[in-house]
């Protein structure tokens, strides 16, 4: 171990007995004073963003090709599905490049899809009118690794039918899918990695401008009207874009790529199973998780064991004359539908980590891990002053227990109702207690044994940096680094390295919403399954009250028997969105 190496641990080791600052978030060191420290002195543990892309910019200026901005409403194909029965006719405009200077053009483009009856005089479907359409905006994105366009099909590869693509189309709405860069992109230079945080949501601002720098030349399609939809990783990203519309913080990255310059807010965002909240992520999953010792995914090794009490992390550390934000982070998920050859679980959203069929026992390291980043929770939800919907505060105790806790149960409890509603049998679960055809409590512990553990402590940022998420958080030559200095200062390798502030801030939707110059979407459809243990519950549903405490229009719920998936309620989830688009037009509450 260096030099540096070694007193950036002694740091950690004796400043964690230093209390958390009341109302400090132990991810970001959240006064305004240490975000401009972090961002101006990290020189020795990351390379500044703007310095990253100025160099990456400056590498490829020679050879870079340049393409129009303009949409050319004559490059089509006819084309016909077929759903439940029905002819659906549909106009193929693909592989458009949607921005003009690309780090990778072949992952910086689109196809969109223009029900056919549009382009007959005073066509409508579903009560929509080529200049009413709303625009379906799903992206392919998961485990943060590159997204492909999505498809029109009338075969999924996890449900066997129709996508929502194809279900969009059939209800009238244009579909516009952009491809978009992730962790693995190389760009057109062959050398650089180009798709690292936050490459992905600038990527998914750029394909928003397009279509409303081409709202006059595309045939059909209200570009008020931006309706995203997003699976794990995608999730993740669908919120981020609903949370940041045009924040300015992205507009250097957009720039360098070319994007147009025009709005890249949305109307709604659709988020399935969202893997987000990434420097919180460790600790809320230890919260739900912890005392269940087994993963079914096998996790790296642990780092240095630092004793620690609740209350005890401090907001962050410095090392010499940087500052290193205390925080945690991502996750990936359960019990899947079927098993191969090899022992693993197959039926994963498309790049999720691999599932193995049998559990591993986790290491005294990860348990220690697990025992501490449970502590860290509480401080952090009671700084975010979380109220339910009747006005109460929404706590924790240092225990884990409280009314935040109470709300997650009810959550899982509305879960359960519907199942038992609908004439299912579930006496044989001894997490639910139930009376009279009611659920009447939940025991949070039991739940945890029942759901299973997934990913070994700590579930994102692993002390080796060998976590998808890592990855996306690497440099430009695909080194990964961490985004937590929980983290960090386990790290035993030399030369171990933090993201930069900047990079995992504007990869965390929280640290928009509510924030000057920012443009949120009004309408949000969040699902996390009731069996999903790729992120804790307490995940969305953070996400979810700050967004209701804020004024947004929220609809989140827990389907019961649902797993790690996503657009699995594809005839609710239009349902949804035909009932926001139809209704009168409405500002925040």
């Given at each position: 171990?260096?030099?540096?190496?070694?007193?950036?641990?002694?740091?950690?080791?004796?400043?964690?007995?230093?209390?958390?600052?009341?109302?400090?978030?132990q991810?970001?060191?959240?006064?305004?004073?240490?975000?401009?420290?972090?961002?101006?002195?990290?020189?020795?543990?990351?390379?500044?963003?703007?310095?990253?892309?100025?160099?990456?910019?400056?590498?490829?200026?020679?050879?870079?090709?340049?393409?129009s901005?303009?949409?050319?409403?004559?490059?089509?194909?006819?084309?016909?599905?077929?759903?439940?029965?029905q002819?659906?006719?549909?106009?193929?405009?693909?592989?458009?490049?949607?921005?003009?200077?690309?780090?990778?053009?072949?992952?910086?483009?689109?196809?969109?899809?223009?029900?056919?009856?549009?382009?007959?005089?005073?066509?409508?479907?579903?009560?929509?009118?080529?200049?009413?359409?709303?625009?379906?905006?799903?992206?392919?994105?998961?485990?943060?690794?590159?997204?492909?366009?999505?498809?029109?099909?009338?075969?999924?590869?996890?449900?066997g039918?129709?996508?929502?693509?194809?279900?969009?189309?059939?209800?009238?709405?244009?579909?516009?899918?952009?491809?978009?860069?992730?962790?693995?992109?190389?760009?057109?230079?062959?050398?650089?990695?180009?798709?690292?945080?936050?490459?992905?949501?600038?990527?998914?601002?750029?394909?928003?401008r397009?279509?409303?720098?081409?709202?006059?030349?595309?045939?059909?399609?209200?570009?008020?009207?931006?309706?995203?939809?997003?699976?794990?990783?995608?999730?993740?990203?669908?919120?981020?874009?609903?949370?940041?519309?045009?924040?300015?913080?992205?507009?250097?990255?957009?720039?360098?790529?070319?994007?147009?310059?025009?709005?890249?807010?949305?109307?709604?965002?659709?988020?399935?199973?969202?893997?987000?909240?990434?420097?919180?992520?460790?600790?809320?999953?230890?919260?739900?998780?912890?005392?269940?010792?087994?993963?079914?995914?096998?996790?790296?090794?642990?780092?240095?064991?630092?004793?620690?009490?609740?209350?005890q992390?401090?907001?962050?550390?410095?090392?010499?004359d940087?500052?290193i934000?205390?925080?945690?982070?991502?996750?990936?998920?359960?019990?899947?539908?079927?098993?191969?050859?090899?022992?693993?679980?197959?039926?994963?959203?498309?790049?999720?980590?691999?599932?193995?069929?049998?559990?591993?026992?986790?290491?005294a390291?990860?348990?220690?891990?697990?025992?501490?980043?449970?502590?860290?929770?509480?401080?952090?939800?009671?700084?975010?002053n979380?109220?339910?919907?009747?006005?109460?505060?929404?706590?924790?105790?240092?225990?884990?227990?409280?009314?935040?806790?109470?709300?997650?149960?009810?959550?899982?409890?509305?879960?359960?109702?519907?199942?038992?509603?609908?004439?299912?049998?579930?006496?044989?679960?001894?997490?639910?207690?139930?009376?009279?055809?009611?659920?009447?409590d939940?025991?949070?512990?039991?739940?945890?044994?029942?759901?299973?553990?997934?990913?070994?402590?700590?579930?994102?940022?692993?002390?080796?940096?060998?976590?998808?998420?890592?990855?996306?958080?690497?440099?430009?030559?695909?080194t990964?680094?961490?985004?937590?200095?929980?983290?960090?200062?386990?790290?035993?390798?030399?030369?171990?390295?933090?993201?930069?502030?900047?990079?995992?801030?504007?990869?965390?939707?929280?640290?928009?919403?509510?924030?000057?110059?920012?443009?949120?979407?009004?309408?949000?459809?969040?699902?996390?399954?009731?069996?999903?243990?790729?992120?804790?519950?307490?995940?969305?549903?953070i996400?979810?009250?700050?967004?209701?405490?804020?004024?947004?229009?929220?609809?989140?719920?827990?389907?019961?028997?649902?797993?790690?998936?996503?657009?699995?309620d594809?005839?609710?989830?239009?349902?949804?969105?035909?009932?926001?688009?139809?209704?009168?037009?409405?500002?925040?509450?």
């Amino acid at each position: 171990m260096n030099l540096k190496k070694s007193v950036l641990t002694m740091l950690a080791v004796s400043a964690l007995t230093v209390p958390f600052a009341s109302g400090t978030t132990q991810a970001a060191a959240a006064d305004t004073q240490t975000q401009a420290a972090v961002a101006a002195k990290t020189a020795a543990t990351a390379e500044p963003a703007a310095q990253t892309a100025a160099k990456t910019t400056a590498a490829k200026a020679v050879k870079q090709q340049k393409y129009s901005l303009k949409f050319d409403a004559k490059n089509y194909t006819k084309e016909t599905l077929q759903l439940n029965g029905q002819a659906v006719a549909f106009r193929a405009y693909r592989n458009i490049p949607y921005v003009s200077k690309p780090a990778s053009v072949a992952s910086e483009s689109m196809s969109i899809f223009i029900p056919e009856k549009y382009f007959s005089k005073g066509g409508t479907v579903n009560g929509y009118t080529a200049k009413t359409a709303p625009i379906f905006l799903p992206n392919g994105v998961g485990g943060y690794m590159p997204g492909q366009i999505t498809e029109p099909s009338d075969n999924d590869r996890m449900s066997g039918g129709a996508n929502a693509a194809l279900v969009a189309l059939s209800k009238g709405y244009v579909v516009a899918a952009p491809a978009i860069r992730g962790r693995t992109t190389v760009g057109d230079d062959g050398t650089t990695y180009v798709g690292k945080a936050p490459a992905l949501i600038v990527d998914y601002k750029a394909a928003v401008r397009y279509l409303r720098y081409n709202r006059h030349r595309l045939p059909a399609g209200d570009t008020d009207k931006i309706i995203s939809d997003g699976t794990s990783a995608g999730g993740a990203l669908s919120a981020l874009l609903g949370a940041t519309g045009n924040s300015k913080e992205y507009n250097a990255e957009l720039k360098a790529i070319g994007a147009a310059h025009e709005r890249d807010d949305i109307f709604a965002s659709m988020d399935y199973c969202p893997i987000t909240n990434l420097d919180h992520a460790d600790m809320a999953y230890e919260w739900m998780f912890n005392g269940v010792n087994e993963a079914y995914q096998s996790g790296g090794p642990a780092g240095p064991m630092i004793q620690m009490q609740p209350g005890q992390m401090p907001a962050f550390l410095k090392a010499g004359d940087t500052v290193i934000p205390m925080g945690p982070g991502p996750v990936v998920q359960p019990a899947a539908t079927s098993e191969s050859e090899d022992g693993t679980v197959t039926k994963r959203p498309a790049n999720a980590p691999t599932e193995n069929a049998t559990a591993t026992s986790m290491t005294a390291a990860e348990i220690t891990a697990s025992e501490q980043l449970k502590a860290l929770f509480p401080d952090y939800v009671n700084s975010l002053n979380l109220k339910d919907k009747n006005g109460k505060a929404l706590t924790l105790n240092a225990d884990g227990t409280g009314s935040f806790a109470d709300y997650i149960k009810s959550v899982y409890a509305a879960s359960a109702q519907s199942a038992l509603d609908a004439g299912e049998d579930l006496s044989d679960l001894d997490w639910l207690t139930i009376e009279d055809g009611r659920v009447k409590d939940v025991d949070l512990a039991k739940y945890a044994a029942w759901a299973t553990r997934l990913k070994a402590a700590p579930a994102f940022d692993k002390f080796d940096r060998s976590s998808g998420e890592n990855d996306e958080f690497g440099t430009t030559d695909n080194t990964p680094r961490h985004f937590t200095g929980f983290s960090l200062t386990r790290d035993m390798t030399a030369g171990a390295k933090m993201a930069t502030w900047d990079d995992i801030r504007r990869m965390n939707p929280l640290y928009f919403i509510g924030a000057k110059n920012v443009t949120v979407a009004l309408h949000w459809r969040i699902r996390h399954g009731a069996k999903d243990r790729d992120t804790t519950l307490a995940i969305p549903a953070i996400l979810a009250l700050t967004l209701e405490n804020h004024g947004y229009d929220v609809d989140f719920a827990s389907p019961w028997g649902k797993g790690h998936a996503g657009d699995y309620d594809l005839t609710e989830l239009f349902d949804w969105t035909d009932s926001i688009c139809k209704a009168p037009k409405t500002s925040k509450k």
